[in-house]
């Protein structure tokens, strides 16, 4: 298992994201609800940014691309930006996670080995969400990463040829299973962990495993461990995996243990789902969390003073108050959650314009859309 330099990270350890940006749309029972910035690179930036953590970012898109980004991808003036329609049907409604069809409508050019920087860096990401990931480019993300995080959608995806949706392929028949071995975290949402035995995986990787409303679980050779989640009232569930991955990698970054990476996963994962697109983090909100990260280490639960995989794996002392310092943090009046009133069921509209969101709310009333730029 490639996972000893996790634990050797510190907050100026550089990062190498990769993945395409794309362009959601949203559809509830056939109308569209919203349209945002999509694809794990853009949530993930987010997490990243909201906790100080220096990165890179390498994604395409097409001359289309509508939103501002902090970090510029690389324009494909022949490429349109991967577009992907999401598809809720209010008929299923399975425990909290709304299930969704989803169709990528456009897919931008993938990203190949000769697009990646060649100066080495401390951890890599490697997000992709239409494709775009090749056998070849985790290759050489492995070759210049001391330890990358694979979201495992980025494997396994594969496009209908007549409407894009998208389907999940065995991870063995991926073309990616011989790189295992070499990477360090692999996540995967409960319904992509069909698709491969955990079992098997463990051996080579650690294995995080996303369960919606009820939290996660981490699989390592020798144990496994769960972790509780954080109440949220779910509006959109895209992009919870995504910020998931972000927390757990910044927890780690800034050297936690793993249990409480994973809660911090946990945490910005309950944050997404309270807002539709890109979580709006608010900075006092953050700051909270960074002086509760802090405490942690203060506790002297630094994994990178430890160098000892198996112990990091395992729930310190203080694991529980520190959610219940993040949940506090959630509700203290101080930091303007804005989690929306309403859900996608209700059919309000959202249109992003630049990177603000405006959502537009139906007036049943009036018959007329009412813009509200998030809450007061
Ligand atoms: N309804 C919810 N309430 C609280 N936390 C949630 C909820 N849904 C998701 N989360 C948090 O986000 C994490 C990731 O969610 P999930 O397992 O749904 O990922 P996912 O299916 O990959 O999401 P997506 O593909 O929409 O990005 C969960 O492990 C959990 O911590
Ligand atoms: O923006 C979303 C998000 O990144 C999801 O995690 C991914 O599954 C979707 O394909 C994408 O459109």
Not at 23 to 41: F, I, K, Q, Y
Not at 106 to 118: G, W
Not at 364 to 374: I, L, N, Y
């Amino acid at each position: 298992m490639v996972l000893e330099p996790i634990f050797s990270q510190n907050s100026t350890s550089r990062g190498l994201i990769v993945g395409n940006y794309c362009h959601d749309v949203l559809m509830r029972d056939g109308m569209v609800v919203a349209e945002t910035l999509g694809g794990a690179a853009s949530f993930i930036s987010v997490v990243l940014d909201g906790l100080s953590i220096p990165y890179n970012l390498i994604a395409k898109v097409g001359s289309d691309f509508a939103y501002a980004t902090n970090h510029i991808p690389i324009v494909i003036p022949t490429c349109k930006t991967t577009l992907f329609h999401a598809y809720f049907d209010s008929a299923i409604d399975t425990g909290g996670h709304q299930d969704r069809v989803l169709k990528r409508v456009f897919a931008c050019d993938p990203i190949r080995p000769s697009d990646l920087p060649e100066t080495g860096f401390d951890f890599g990401m490697a997000v992709g969400v239409g494709g775009e990931i090749l056998p070849e480019t985790l290759e050489q993300m492995v070759g210049i990463c001391n330890v990358v995080f694979v979201d495992v959608q980025a494997l396994i995806r594969v496009f209908d040829v007549v409407d894009g949706t998208v389907k999940l392929v065995g991870l063995k028949e991926s073309g990616f299973f011989h790189l295992l071995p070499r990477i360090g975290v692999l996540k995967a949402s409960a319904d992509e962990a069909l698709f491969f035995d955990v079992e098997e995986v463990r051996k080579w990787c650690c294995v995080v495993v996303t369960h919606g409303k009820d939290g996660c679980k981490v699989y390592w050779k020798d144990g496994e461990i769960e972790i509780a989640p954080f109440a949220a009232n779910q509006v959109d569930p895209t992009g919870a995996g995504d910020s998931f991955l972000g927390g757990l990698v910044s927890g780690l970054v800034h050297g936690l243990a793993v249990p409480d990476a994973a809660l911090l996963g946990n945490f910005f994962g309950s944050l997404t789902v309270g807002q539709v697109g890109l979580p709006r983090l608010d900075l006092k909100l953050l700051q909270i969390v960074k002086d509760e990260m802090q405490k942690r280490k203060m506790q002297g639960i630094v994994c990178n003073e430890r160098r000892d995989d198996e112990l990091n794996f395992w729930k310190h002392p203080g694991h529980e108050q520190f959610h219940t310092s993040l949940s506090a943090a959630k509700i203290t009046p101080a930091c303007h959650i804005q989690e929306c009133e309403w859900n996608l069921s209700s059919s309000p509209r959202v249109i992003e314009q630049g990177n603000k969101t405006n959502l537009l709310i139906n007036s049943a009333h009036e018959g007329s859309f009412q813009s509200v730029h998030g809450k007061p």
